[in-house]
Structures are given as C-alpha cells and as structure tokens.
C-alpha cells in the first residue's frame, strides 16, 4: 500500500465513528448518517459494501466494536441518550438488537465518546460522564459480568475525542481537557494509579473533532493523528505539531506527497492496531466474520 494509501486510511479513520477489521482484513468504518449508524467496508481504497448498524442511533454521536470471543457486538447512543447494543448476526449479514446491562452506568454525558481497550481476561470501555470526567468499566470475559467503573482525574472538555489502546505493560488513554489541551493517561497492568502527562503543542483553541493516539514503537513515544476542523495533524514529542493536509467535502488534500510520506514512513505500527492485528489470538474458533480478537498485555490488570 501506498503512503498515500495510508494517509488515505487515516483520514477515514478520523473521520469515522469507529474501527474495525473482518476476517479477511477488510478495513470496517462507521459513519453515522443522521441517525442511521452505517458499517462502511473497505478493501484497501475501495468501498466494498455497506451495512446499517441502526435506525435509532443519537445524532453526531459515537459507537464502538467490542468483540468478544464468540460474538462481535456494537456499542451506541441511542436516540434517547441511552447506551443500546447490537450484535453480528454472521449468518444472516446483519446488526441485531442485543441488550446488555451494565450496572452503575446511569451518568453518561449526551455527547460522550466511546472508546474500547481489550486486555487479557477484560475488556475496557471508556466514557465521559455527565460532570465531565471520563470513567472506565471493564466487562470480565472469563466470568461475563461488569465490575465496578473507576475514574480518571482530570476534567474533560465536553465531548471529548476518547482514544485509548493497551501496550504490553500498559492501558493508555487520551482525551481533550478543559483547557483544549489532549491529556495521556497510562497505568501499568500491575499499578495501583494513573500516570498523567500533557502531549506537547497539543493545545488548539480550534475543535478538536477526532484522536487517534499510538504509540511509535521505533522510538518508545506516545504521537498522535487529529482532525482539528478541516485540518488533518500530526502530532509529535520532539517534532511538534505537523500539518498534513485539510478535508473538503470528503476529500482529503495533502499539503505534498513528500511531506506526507515523511511521516507515515516507520509509524504504521500504529495503523495495525486501527486495524485490529494482534498479538495474542484467543479466538481462534470465532465465527463472526471479524477478525479474531485483539489482546494487548502480558497479564490482566491488577486494578480490574
């Protein structure tokens, strides 16, 4: 695949709800049409099918996988605000409604984000609640039950971006404070708290619309992709904010080729995890057409 193919992934990534990726490593994004959540399916650039999610999602709201080791389900906001369920029927193609409890989840901010982290034995979603914290509930695979939400101690700004992926030693989690300054939050699998840092020249006064952070596995830093308005940026420790080229209508104008293969060349470590590569298959005998689950961690987390 070409670096612009790449940057091209990118862009749709920002501009989507969420990813994912089938079986036959078919790059699955989600738009939201009014309040119609829509499965797009790509084969590297092109769109190979759509599939509707639901008619009844919020408008300008959020969705994520959370695949599990049988099951691929959906998480949404429906139009009442409410966190409502779907899951892959592989057989028939399609979304069904599913209903999954989660206790102690009754505080969800209107425009919360979702975002999901699996790491051996759990699965992580995060959220914003109401007062503008972002909380974390974590599902046990092995015994399929919901343990007790924890929280992250920083103010969010309302509607933040959540973007949250896991290491072999860590869960991290990124969002957008107050201040309009993207906050990364990292704890240890075997850690008794969170660790806060402030991604450097991440500060915009502009909307910060999406985030996408990783980790560049060459160098051991925390980068990240963002769709401020129309603006698509590349965000870096040691090299500062980089502007990569502006959305219009849908379509994505690099400032050059050159400049942006300087900065795809050696990060798409990253662009496997957007996509779902693993490194640990723990589901090998699954059968809804999505790829097998991601799991990142050497062990479960102490604190979940």
């Known amino acids: ?41 790509y084969d590297n650039e092109e769109l190979l099918s759509q599939r509707c999610v639901t008619n009844d999602a919020k408008h300008n709201s959020s969705a994520v996988y959370m695949m599990l080791e049988s099951s691929a389900f959906m998480l949404y906001l429906g139009s009442n ?109 075997e850690a008794d708290k969170w660790e806060d840092k402030i991604l450097d020249d991440s500060s915009d006064n502009a909307h910060m619309m999406n985030l996408v952070v990783y980790e560049n596995e060459e160098r051991g830093t925390i980068e990240a992709f963002a769709q401020v308005q129309n603006k698509i940026l590349h965000i870096d420790q040691h090299q500062g904010r980089s502007c990569l080229g502006q959305v219009t209508k849908g379509e994505f104008t690099p400032i050059t080729k050159a400049e942006c293969g300087r900065f795809i060349r050696a990060r798409f470590g990253m662009l496997g995890r957007l996509r779902g590569n693993t490194n640990i298959t723990i589901n090998s005998n699954n059968n809804s057409g999505y790829a097998p689950i991601s799991v990142w961690g050497a062990r479960r987390p102490a604190w979940a």
């Open 1 to 41: 695949m070409s670096n612009l193919a790449n940057v091209g992934n990118i862009v749709r990534t920002l501009q989507s709800v969420n990813s994912n990726v089938t079986e036959d490593g078919q790059l699955c994004l989600l738009s939201l049409e009014g309040d119609r959540l829509i499965e797009n399916i």
């Open 81 to 189: 605000a409410s966190l409502c369920a779907r899951e892959f029927n592989h057989g028939e193609k399609e979304w069904v409604e599913a209903k999954i409890e989660i206790p102690h989840l009754t505080d969800l901010c209107p425009e919360t984000r979702l975002s999901v982290v699996t790491v051996p034995e759990v699965t992580i979603v995060f959220y914003q609640t109401i007062k503008g914290q972002v909380h974390g509930i974590a599902f046990d695979r092995k015994k399929e039950h919901w343990l007790a939400p924890f929280c992250l101690p920083c103010q969010a700004q309302r509607g933040t971006p959540i973007s949250a992926f896991s290491t072999q030693e860590s869960v991290i989690v990124s969002f957008v404070d107050i201040e309009k300054k993207v906050h990364i939050f990292s704890r240890r699998l």
